[in-house]
């Protein structure tokens, strides 16, 4: 059985926050995340590749992560957009 309640002001994810804030963490907070963890992969993974002979594997890798960062760098900017300006 579950069921929908509104908790009492002051409790939640931030006490006393509106629910707009909320989402906008929620979201930007792995986004943030992600982004470091792509800019770190990406620049060692050059940098190997500027060191060493080129690797088809390691292209590809690049190339994929590039594309999977993007999609997702939409979708965490579409979550944000609409907790942005999305009416209360």
Not at 32 to 38: A, G, L, N, R, T
Not at 44 to 52: A, F, G, I
Request: no cysteine; hydrophobic share 50%.
């Amino acid at each position: 059985d579950e069921r929908i309640t509104d908790l009492p002001q002051g409790l939640g994810f931030l006490p006393g926050s509106p629910q707009r804030v909320q989402g906008i963490i929620t979201w930007a907070a792995p986004f943030i995340y992600d982004s470091i963890v792509f800019a770190a992969t990406l620049w060692r993974s050059t940098m190997y590749l500027k060191q060493r002979t080129k690797s088809p594997v390691l292209t590809v890798f690049i190339r994929d992560g590039i594309v999977y960062y993007m999609f997702m760098l939409i979708a965490y900017l579409a979550n944000i957009f609409l907790y942005v300006v999305r009416p209360l």
